[in-house]
């Protein structure tokens, strides 16, 4: 596991839309951590990296936004939805099979289901109100390209993390 300490919610999207451009085939990525830690403002700008030009909205009411970048970009918010059972009866799960960036927030709670190929970050508020801690593990060769990628993004800051 890797763990960063974003300074600002700017780096916040920084981090979202650098990742959003590496990445080039399908993939999931989970959200998790507070309430208002920055996952929105990081979709966003992942969204936005990953060429998506529309307006992206977080998913919380409509437990599912569905939005064209490179790829199909689906944002999940699985929080409503409580557990594995309600996610699958829902067939959610056929999106991890599409060539598209799958991001799901509150993934914690379907954790036992996910695919073998993923990325888990979770995003804690700290003491100092914009400053965010970010841990970041991969399961998967995919997802341990892209921290090895995400580690060049912090190394081209000049920053040591």
Do not use: N
Not at 7 to 21: C, H, I, N, R, W
Not at 80 to 88: K, V
Not at 114 to 127: A, N, S
Request: hydrophobic content about 40%; some cysteine.
């Amino acid at each position: 596991m890797m763990k960063w300490i974003l300074s600002s919610l700017q780096e916040t999207a920084d981090l979202g839309y650098y990742m959003g451009k590496q990445i080039d085939q399908r993939f999931l990525i989970c959200l998790d951590g507070d309430l208002g830690a920055g996952k929105t403002t990081f979709s966003k700008a992942l969204a936005k990296g990953f060429g998506v030009e529309d307006m992206v909205t977080s998913p919380t009411f409509t437990l599912l936004q569905e939005y064209q970048g490179r790829m199909p970009f689906y944002h999940f918010d699985v929080y409503r939805l409580g557990d594995e059972e309600a996610f699958l009866a829902q067939g959610f799960d056929e999106y991890w099979e599409e060539d598209a960036l799958v991001v799901m927030e509150w993934a914690e709670m379907i954790r036992e289901i996910l695919p073998k190929d993923h990325m888990e970050m979770r995003f804690f508020q700290t003491e100092k109100e914009e400053e965010r801690i970010v841990e970041v593990e991969a399961f998967g060769p995919v997802a341990e390209a892209l921290i090895q990628q995400i580690c060049t993004f912090f190394a081209a800051k000049g920053e040591d993390r």
